[in-house]
């Protein structure tokens, strides 16, 4: 957003100020004008990324002068937030209907207005550089198709009827697709129901190109999924804004939905946090663990340079490593003694069963994997798929290294928690057979930078 030209309009000098001194604090480069007239010069003159433009102004209003910019070609795909004192529903309202891409009260500019710059900006640089896939039988329709697009900043690949665009749109992997209906071999009616049935393109946008005459059809096609239709001939100016319009709002469906999947997720996870601190609860012995493990894990991911990203997903997998043994029965889970070779084997399930209760979770598969693998060995004796060497999941080598050694220095019924040296001689003595050499080199990294009286 640095290199953001924006274009402040507002007939009071000192709000005209004070917006240009706070977006100038966020590294943005602004132009003011004080009325929708100089703001319209303006835009003739340059360039600009975004307006900001208030209500009341004299000669040209902020709605009068949001509603020019949105109904002329060369300035439509340019965003509009209005920033007014006329803040009532009703006003806000208004400057949604002359095209504003955003508004925000003048009493919340310093809290809200960088962010809404932040969100609107996103949304426009989304749609920019997207490849549109234009199927086309006229040569001519074509190239003036492929010009006014490529001018506006859009990547175009071209196919001369259906069949042709069914050949190459796994290659051209195309944002929204543009499509005549008459054509030879496959129609554009055929296409949409095609790729209707295609899962990796039925959510995809598409356009249809038509004459008046289609509009039987149309109303059926639209019905199946088709985002918009533009009636032949037509302006290649409004063809743009339409596709610009289009995109923008598959994105923001798009950041809707992720932050929908996010809080369900979170929701998730945290009853799941729940049903594990109410296993744990069935042993006092174990009771922790999981927190502890992930703890030592998350410093493991740091050691190794996790992302955020990396480390959320390294967060969810130790803590839920041992759900699986909500599955075990109690006579084995909670026997003091050494198990049999089958409460042994029935044990081992426990890193099956976390992914048996988990997989319907969304999104989630490589954290259960990662999860279910701790209990496998870098020589490939472990189980429960005898994985070797890098086969195994990072994440499952961090979280193994993390529970023998939380294991080892814990409390158990058969035994009392070892000192925290000779745990770590055990694990020492495991790397390349039973651990990671590079997650074990991690693990010691971590643990020298702690003092011996915080290792217990």
């Not at 900001?52 to 509009?80: R, Y």
């Not at 697009?149 to 069949?163: I, P, S, T, W």
């Not at 055990?426 to 651990?435: P, R, T």
């Given at each position: 957003m640095n290199k953001a030209n924006v274009l402040i309009v507002d007939d009071s000098r000192s709000v005209r100020f004070a917006v240009k001194a706070l977006l100038s604090s966020s590294g943005i480069h602004t132009v003011t004008a004080s009325d929708g007239l100089q703001g319209q010069e303006a835009l003739r003159r340059?360039?600009?990324?975004?307006?900001?433009?208030?209500?009341?102004?004299?000669?040209?209003?902020?709605?009068?002068?949001?509603?020019?910019?949105?109904?002329?070609?060369?300035?439509?795909?340019?965003?509009?937030?209005?920033?007014?004192?006329?803040?009532?529903?009703?006003?806000?309202?208004?400057?949604?209907?002359?095209?504003?891409d955003a508004y925000v009260p003048k009493r919340l500019a310093n809290k809200e207005l960088i962010p809404r710059i932040e969100s609107v900006m996103n949304k426009c640089t989304f749609v920019k550089d997207k490849t549109i896939l234009v199927v086309e039988d006229s040569k001519t329709i074509q190239m003036v198709v492929k010009q006014g697009?490529?001018?506006?900043?859009?990547?175009?690949?071209?196919?001369?009827?259906?069949?042709h665009a069914l050949e190459i749109i796994d290659d051209v992997a195309p944002d929204i697709l543009l499509t005549d209906l008459n054509m030879p071999r496959v129609d554009g009616h055929e296409l949409c129901r095609r790729l209707f049935n295609m899962d990796k393109y039925k959510l995809m946008p598409i356009v249809v190109m038509s004459s008046l005459g289609d509009k039987p059809m149309m109303r059926g096609l639209i019905r199946d999924g088709v985002a918009a239709f533009i009636v032949k001939p037509f302006n290649v100016d409004m063809l743009v804004v339409t596709m610009e319009k289009l995109l923008s709002d598959h994105?923001?469906?798009?950041?809707?939905?992720?932050?929908?999947?996010?809080?369900?997720?979170?929701?998730?996870?945290?009853?799941?946090?729940?049903?594990?601190?109410?296993?744990?609860?069935?042993?006092?012995?174990?009771?922790?663990?999981?927190?502890?493990?992930?703890?030592?894990?998350?410093?493991?991911?740091?050691?190794?340079?996790?992302?955020?990203?990396?480390?959320?997903?390294?967060?969810?997998?130790?803590?839920?490593?041992?759900?699986?043994?909500?599955?075990?029965?109690?006579?084995?889970?909670?026997?003091?003694?050494?198990?049999?070779?089958?409460?042994?084997?029935?044990?081992?399930?426990?890193?099956?069963?976390?992914?048996?209760?988990?997989?319907?979770?969304?999104?989630?598969?490589?954290?259960?994997?990662?999860?279910?693998?701790?209990?496998?060995?870098?020589?490939?004796?472990?189980?429960?798929?005898?994985?070797?060497?890098?086969?195994?999941?990072?994440?499952?080598?961090?979280?193994?290294?993390?529970?023998?050694?939380?294991?080892?220095?814990?409390?158990?019924?058969?035994?009392?928690?070892?000192?925290?040296?000779?745990?770590?001689?055990?694990?020492?003595?495991?790397?390349?057979?039973?651990?990671?050499?590079?997650?074990?080199?991690?693990?010691?990294?971590?643990?020298?930078?702690l003092k011996k009286g915080n290792l217990t």
């Open positions: 340059e360039q600009f990324d975004l307006v900001i433009t208030d209500v009341d102004m004299p000669n040209l209003s902020g709605l009068e002068f949001c509603q020019w910019i949105k109904s002329n070609p060369e300035t439509a795909h340019i965003p509009v937030i209005v920033l007014s004192s006329l803040d009532t529903d009703v006003d806000i309202e208004n400057g949604f209907r002359v095209g504003a697009l490529k001018d506006a900043g859009f990547k175009v690949a071209l196919a001369d009827d259906g069949q994105f923001q469906h798009m950041l809707e939905e992720r932050e929908r999947l996010v809080l369900e997720q979170k929701l998730t996870v945290g009853t799941i946090t729940s049903l594990v601190n109410a296993l744990e609860a069935r042993d006092k012995y174990t009771s922790g663990h999981s927190e502890s493990v992930t703890r030592l894990s998350i410093a493991i991911g740091r050691e190794l340079g996790f992302s955020d990203t990396e480390m959320n997903r390294l967060q969810i997998a130790a803590s839920l490593h041992d759900l699986g043994k909500i599955g075990v029965r109690d006579n084995v889970l909670l026997k003091p003694g050494k198990l049999t070779e089958d409460e042994f084997e029935h044990m081992q399930t426990h890193t099956v069963v976390v992914q048996d209760i988990l997989k319907s979770m969304h999104g989630m598969e490589d954290v259960l994997v990662a999860a279910s693998s701790h209990h496998e060995r870098w020589d490939g004796t472990g189980y429960p798929n005898g994985l070797k060497g890098e086969d195994i999941p990072l994440v499952g080598r961090i979280i193994a290294v993390a529970d023998v050694f939380d294991a080892l220095t814990s409390d158990r019924p058969y035994r009392d928690g070892m000192p925290v040296e000779k745990a770590l001689q055990i694990i020492s003595e495991g790397v390349g057979s039973h651990f990671c050499p590079t997650v074990a080199a991690a693990f010691f990294r971590y643990m020298k930078t």
